[in-house]
């Protein structure tokens, strides 16, 4: 069964650098997702993207995040100078929204960890 | 506004019981999900339930939606332990939007 691949399964890093976290959305999916969970809370949406461009981003999806797709299979989250509180587990999904298919596919996850 | 309130926050049976879960929500949805997150790993989807549908049933699984009451509850029937995880609402509002308004989950513990 096709499934969303994240790479790492945990980054460690110190404040201040950058830091890629990467997905590999289900093949036949037209729309991709970040999501984020801080321990102990809420997952919550970050930003969506399709047909090559951010779709809906929320608040917290601020100048330090960017989000791209540098070939047709991986999709990846990039945050330029990581704060302590950006630490968390950031979830990559996928959905077939094309079709009017709302489900969307999570992956297992970075657990990213700021110093 | 919040989307996907769920209740209880924890739960512990006994396996072969039934668990219910509910959750409630504040704005208009076009759809509601349930996911289920084992500690520590990703979130898989177990069933999505539209606003026109009032029940829907999955395996072991039954989603009921009251848009009226802005509620929704999950049913696992005949409990394994397996099942034990957290269980999360999301939310999708539709009209454009496929961003999904998860609540805090509830902890579920299925006592062999």
């Known amino acids: 069964e096709p499934e969303v691949t994240q790479t790492p399964s945990h980054q460690v890093t110190q404040m201040g650098q950058e830091v890629i976290l990467r997905c590999v959305p289900i093949s036949n999916h037209l729309y991709f997702y970040w999501y984020r969970q801080i321990l102990g809370q809420k997952v919550e949406f970050l930003v969506s993207f399709y047909n090559n461009e951010i779709s809906e981003k929320s608040e917290i999806f601020d100048d330090q995040f960017s989000v791209e797709r540098p070939d047709g299979s991986n999709f990846t989250l990039k945050i330029r100078s990581t704060k302590l509180e950006d630490s968390a587990m950031y979830f990559c999904?996928?959905?077939?929204?094309?079709?009017?298919?709302?489900?969307?596919?999570f992956g297992p996850g970075t657990r990213l960890t700021v110093t | 506004s919040q989307q996907g309130e769920e209740d209880p926050q924890a739960l512990s049976i006994q396996e072969g019981e039934n668990a219910t879960m509910n959750c409630s929500y504040k704005?208009?949805?076009?759809?509601l999900q349930w996911y289920r997150q084992n500690s520590g790993r990703g979130l898989v989807h177990l069933i999505l339930i539209r606003s026109n549908e009032r029940e829907k049933h999955s395996g072991r699984l039954r989603v009921t939606l009251d848009t009226s009451k802005k509620s929704s509850s999950l049913l696992i029937t005949a409990s394994r332990a397996a099942d034990t995880a957290s269980y999360f609402c999301?939310?999708?509002?539709?009209?454009?939007?496929?961003?999904?308004?998860f609540g805090k989950g509830t902890k579920l513990s299925v006592i062999p």
């Open positions: 704005t208009s949805i076009n759809n």
């Open positions: 999904a996928s959905s077939d929204a094309a079709r009017a298919s709302y489900e969307q596919y």
């Open positions: 999301a939310g999708g509002s539709g009209a454009g939007s496929y961003q999904l308004t």
